[in-house]
């Protein structure tokens, strides 16, 4: 890499370790190549000041603040109340509040307006995610040359889904003025370029490039992946039936979510208390495990959703329950990650089952934690980006109760060959597609950028269209 990377996101890893496949994934990338890494301090002030340096562990990191206004109005309001629901197919949920895109893009500006004067023109920016969509855009404003990159974590908006946002004309400009638009799956690049070819001055070039007005950029998939082998390790170094005490009888099924509507919990319950209903007595006993750490708690639609799965878990086990026996557990708070690792290994099932996600690395953590000589059945939502790379799990409609229950019952009993051929399958690809891959491609993408602009710069001028 010639010049630095420069990575933006929401927020860095200021306290402590980074932990989490994403977060160590770029920390080691930068470690590695150096550079700088900006995004919000987490903490609220009267009044921002510039950007503050802050001890990096071999690269550099600037954070900023935000004053009340600003958290409420950009983070809570615009990117989790209106960008959030919109990409998750959930326009229902969407909360328009009258000045709250103005604070979202004033950020946005605000923050180009820091970052610009810290840009050499060979350096590379990563922008992440939904929180700074518009940020290319104003640094182009700015006056910045260098290349800039975007990764959209979560699923790309359709056209019909744009149709519920006021800003709608605006999004195609602060799309195209990255250079490069990493998306989750080759769904959500179809989603994108559905966009642009309904759009008075966009045209594709020959290689895939797209052109919208004067901008030339490119969208391409990066399916997103985990530390496979580090997390299989972890997950041996605990007994995960002995934390929860499981009696040998009793097999688990588990989910681990933040609790978001996007997630699809609420269905997940009631799949699971049809299959109780429905459950043979002669068949296994079953209990489902379900993690789900609280997040956006001040946004209105996370604390109904948290009603709605105390409500449903409440019921099922007032019904269900026996002496000595509770079929659902539902954990609402985060747990440390070695624990995580050797409860996935503990669990006959890993129900994923969201109405919509980018990717979902629980799927691969619960994949990578099996134990191959008898592996658990992972349940996957046609609906998860995950679910593009990982055929080989019971793939279904989180929609469908019924159908949910079904997969429950079938992954209890599954015979073992069964169980190993598909989690052969699935564990070799997060194995080989794993998070060091995704930055790799990512970025080797990223520097291709302009050398390949040019060539088709010269390609246009001789063909002129
Ligand atoms: P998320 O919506 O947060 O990520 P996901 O990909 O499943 O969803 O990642 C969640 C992470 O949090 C996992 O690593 C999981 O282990 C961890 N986690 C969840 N509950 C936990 C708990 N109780 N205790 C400890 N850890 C917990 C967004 C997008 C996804 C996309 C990722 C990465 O919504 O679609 O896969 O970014 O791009």
Redesign the pocket.
Known sequence: MSGRLIVVSNRVPSDGPPS???VVALHETLQAEGGLWIGTSGETVESPGPLRDIDGDGYKMKVFDLTNDEYEGYYLSYANSVLWPLC?RRSDLISLSAGSFDVYDGVNKRLAEMIAPLVEPDDLVWVH?YHFMPLAAHLREQGVKATIGY?H???FPTTHDLGALPERKHFPDWIAAFDLVGL?TQNDVSTALELYRGLNGAEMAHDGSLYYHDRRFEVHSFP?G?DGHAFHASAKDQDGRALLNLSPQEQLVIG???L?Y??GLGNRFRAFARYLETRKDDEPKAALLQ???P?REEVQAYQEVREELELIAGRENGIHSELGWTPIRY?H?????DQ?ASLYRAATVGL?T?VA?????????YVAAQDAEDPGVLILSAF???AEQMEAALIVNPYDIEEMAGAIRQALSMPLKERQDRHKWLFKGVIEDDVANWTQSYLKTLQGIPARAAAQAERMSLYPA
Do not use: Y
């Open positions: 989490g496949g994403l998750h995610d990764f974590h979560i699923p989750q997103i985990i681990v979510d933040r978001d996007s997630k993690i789900a750490p997040t954990i708070r985060a747990i440390p990650r995580l994923v969201p996600d980018g990717m979902n690395l629980v799927a691969k953590e998860a980006g995950a």
